[in-house]
């Protein structure tokens, strides 16, 4: 019993002196990434971010708004509008205002086909739809190139991409909405937010590492 109760006590103390410079090399490492997280990277995040989410947030309040024929209509998407130059304006810092200013213009765009393609699905007339469509990835294949042309750290394949997934993204919420499933529509407006962020984030990636001294 005795030499049991030694061997227990040594194995236990050998377990202590295992794990604590493990334990220590875990701290050090976070405390490591911490610090490498400057303010100026988490500002920027913080706000690339933000501007996007208020974008999937009022795009869907205007579905909402223009197929519902509410009051609020206008007024929403003079938020919506206003919303592609928040974006715009984050970019100004690193590629100035008059880049800040086009790629507003181009998401603008971006909003004003989208709020075409919504009243010709409510007249449920395909045609224009189709035709608004093709319009519509004309636009976003315009974005890439000028996001993709500023930044190398940018794919112009990889935000095509991300940008039809997000436009595939609003089409289902438009649709789901006319049909009145609802719980279709709560889905993927969920889909479109983590889309969104994940663009944010993208973004912010491309530019900390095209500006290092900036951050």
Not at 36 to 44: D, G
Request: with cysteine; glycine share 2%; charged share 25%.
């Amino acid at each position: 019993m005795i030499l049991r109760r030694i061997v227990a006590l040594v194995l236990s103390t050998a377990l202590v002196f295992t794990v604590t410079p493990v334990l220590s090399s875990v701290h050090a490492s976070e405390e490591k990434k911490t610090e490498c997280i400057s303010p100026e990277i988490m500002r920027l995040t913080s706000d690339m971010q933000k501007a996007w989410i208020n974008h999937t947030i009022w795009t869907r309040s205007y579905i909402v708004s223009a197929i519902s024929n509410l009051k609020d209509q206008s007024a929403v998407l003079e938020r919506l509008l206003r919303n592609q130059q928040d974006i715009g304006d984050l970019i100004k810092p690193y590629y100035g205002d008059a880049a800040g200013n086009k790629l507003a213009e181009l998401l603008r765009e971006h909003i004003l086909i989208a709020g075409k393609i919504i009243t010709a699905a409510k007249a449920n007339n395909q045609a224009d739809v189709k035709k608004l469509e093709a319009a519509w990835h004309k636009n976003a294949d315009e974005i890439a190139k000028f996001l993709s042309s500023a930044n190398p750290n940018w794919s112009f394949k990889e935000l095509q991409d991300m940008l039809y997934t997000h436009l595939q993204y609003i089409t289902e919420m438009v649709l789901s909405y006319l049909k009145g499933d609802w719980k279709a529509n709560i889905a993927v407006t969920d889909k479109n937010e983590i889309h969104m962020i994940k663009l944010a984030n993208m973004l912010t990636e491309g530019i900390v590492k095209q500006f290092p001294e900036k951050f």
